[in-house]
Every structure is written in structure tokens, then in C-alpha cells.
């Protein structure tokens, strides 16, 4: 069974850009969840979404975004970058909502210049 | 508001010594706790879980809700388990995993 996948793997952007990024779920699971590392703050839950809706949210402000689509493929949008949204970003897919075991992509890595 | 600590950054020991990862949290409710493993280039995965009281790879982890810890140990550390751990907690309903810093864990020869 393929893992969860995630595109593009590295991205460069300039402040005040916005950036798209990918995540596709572990076939027949339904719930996916994106979280932001960096050195200095470590893992952070950024959302989760789950049958197209946002089940939860993270303390991050309104310039992350993300949705899900109906195969439960999900994305999720930075705007207006800043210097701060450096980051490897991961995305981790799950079967239900209410499923205990998440199983993480291999991340994008995004550099803001 | 609910918190991971892990306060170690590295942790060095011997091969076929004994290993202990400290992780405290704090949670008003009744949280469930993780232990996550980044290997070098590989994903991270899920290690196990308090619920399951099981041993995976050697490693236990027991829940002590009076410290509000979920310490992980092996009695023999083997080269295998150098990696990056992580300590995570949820609420029963509300799966949103809050992590620790983290613990890197490196096993001398």
C-alpha cells in the first residue's frame, strides 16, 4: 500500500508570495491532519480535515488555510509569506477521525527568502 | 492548555546499557500519550501508545498520571535505536497530537 504522499517536496518562495502545497492520503483513509516543525518551535498541529470538513484547528493565524477535497486529497495555503513560515511541513493521514494512529508523509520543506 | 515536555535535547549511551526518554505533559482531562520515532531518513511513525501497554522494539512506556509522565525505556539499548523520539498527547475525541521538542537519542558502540 503506497504511503502518504506529499508535493512538492522542496519550494522556495519570496516573502509576500503564496504558497500551495500537497497532500494525498493513504488509499481509504479519510482523515488528514497538517503540522508545521521547526527548530524552534518543534511540531505544531496546524488543522485537520476530515470528509471535506475542518474538524480542527491549530493557533496559527488566517493566513493558513487548507481544505480537502472529496478524494480526500488535501491542500493547504500560506499567503502572504513570511520569513517565520520557513518550515518543513507535514501532512499525516489517518483512517476515521477518531482513528489513534497517524501516518505521516515525508514533508515538504519550504524556504522563504 | 496542554503541553509536552521532553527535557533532554540528546541523550548518549552506551550500547547494551540501559535507555529512559523523559517526557512530562500537562492536560486537565484525561489524555492519551504516544511515543512517535524519526529513524534517519525515514518518516516518522508511531512507536506505541499507553493504551496498548505493549512492547515494541523493546521499548515500554508506562503512564504515571500522579507525575504526569510517560517515560520510555529499554534495559538494552541496541545501534538500531539511534533516532529522533518524540512524546505526543491527545484527548480520547479529539485526536490533535501535541508534541514534545523531542529527544535524539544516539547509541555509542
Known amino acids: 500500500k503506497a504511503g502518504v504522499t506529499q508535493t512538492p517536496r522542496y519550494l522556495i518562495k519570496t516573502r509576500g508570495q503564496q504558497v500551495t502545497l500537497s497532500c494525498s492520503p493513504i488509499?481509504?483513509?479519510?482523515?488528514v491532519s497538517w503540522y508545521q516543525q521547526t527548530p524552534g518551535q518543534g511540531l505544531q498541529f496546524l488543522f485537520e480535515y476530515f470528509s471535506e470538513t475542518q474538524r480542527n484547528k491549530g493557533n496559527f493565524p488566517g493566513r493558513f488555510s487548507g481544505r480537502q477535497f472529496s478524494n480526500s486529497r488535501s491542500e493547504m495555503n500560506v499567503s502572504t509569506l513570511e520569513l517565520g513560515d520557513s518550515a518543513l511541513y507535514l501532512c499525516?493521514?489517518?483512517?476515521?477521525?477518531?482513528?489513534?494512529?497517524?501516518?505521516f508523509g515525508p514533508g515538504t520543506r519550504l524556504t522563504v527568502t | 492548555a496542554q503541553r509536552v515536555t521532553q527535557p533532554e535535547k540528546l541523550l548518549s549511551v552506551f550500547k547494551g546499557a540501559p535507555v529512559e526518554l523523559k517526557c512530562n505533559y500537562s492536560y486537565s482531562g484525561s489524555p492519551e500519550l504516544f511515543w512517535y520515532v524519526q529513524y534517519s531518513r525515514q518518516r516518522l511513525q508511531l512507536l506505541l501508545r499507553h493504551i496498548s501497554r505493549e512492547s515494541i522494539k523493546g521499548f515500554t512506556a508506562d503512564l504515571n498520571k500522579g507525575e504526569t509522565s510517560f517515560h520510555l525505556k529499554k534495559p538494552f539499548a541496541q545501534e538500531e535505536d539511534s533516532a529522533m523520539y518524540y512524546c505526543a498527547l491527545s484527548n480520547f475525541g479529539n485526536e490533535k497530537l501535541t508534541f514534545g521538542t523531542g529527544t535524539r537519542l544516539t547509541i555509542i558502540p
Open positions: 488509499s481509504g483513509h479519510r482523515s
Open positions: 499525516a493521514s489517518k483512517k476515521t477521525a477518531d482513528h489513534y494512529e497517524q501516518y
